[in-house]
């Protein structure tokens, strides 16, 4: 729904510079993304639940010739901006 954004503070997260010139930026990044990033989240679960429970054959499928990848988005997913590992301390001691 919102991968645009996803991808977007992503790049410029990337491109934000070293430790103390990106700190700003990053900050303003971290702020703006988190509504969209736990919204994905929420039509994720849901869409995969109902996948699980209306076609667990189908599901049963998909996963299994998905394994690797889901794996590896799994083990990438608390990383980006917006996620629990993301320090929103400095943020809200701005304020």
């Known amino acids: ?52 429970t209306a076609f667990s054959t189908a599901f049963a499928s998909i996963t299994l010739t998905l394994f690797v990848p889901l794996t590896l988005a799994a083990l990438g997913h608390g990383r980006g901006p917006g996620s629990p590992r993301s320090d929103h301390r400095k943020l809200s001691a701005g304020k």
């Open 1 to 52: 729904m919102f991968g645009g954004a996803d991808f977007g503070a992503g790049f410029w997260d990337l491109v934000a510079g070293g430790a103390e010139k990106g700190e700003r930026p990053r900050a303003l990044i971290d702020h703006s993304i988190g509504p969209v990033w736990e919204a994905n989240h929420v039509w994720l679960i849901f869409c995969l639940v109902v996948l699980w």
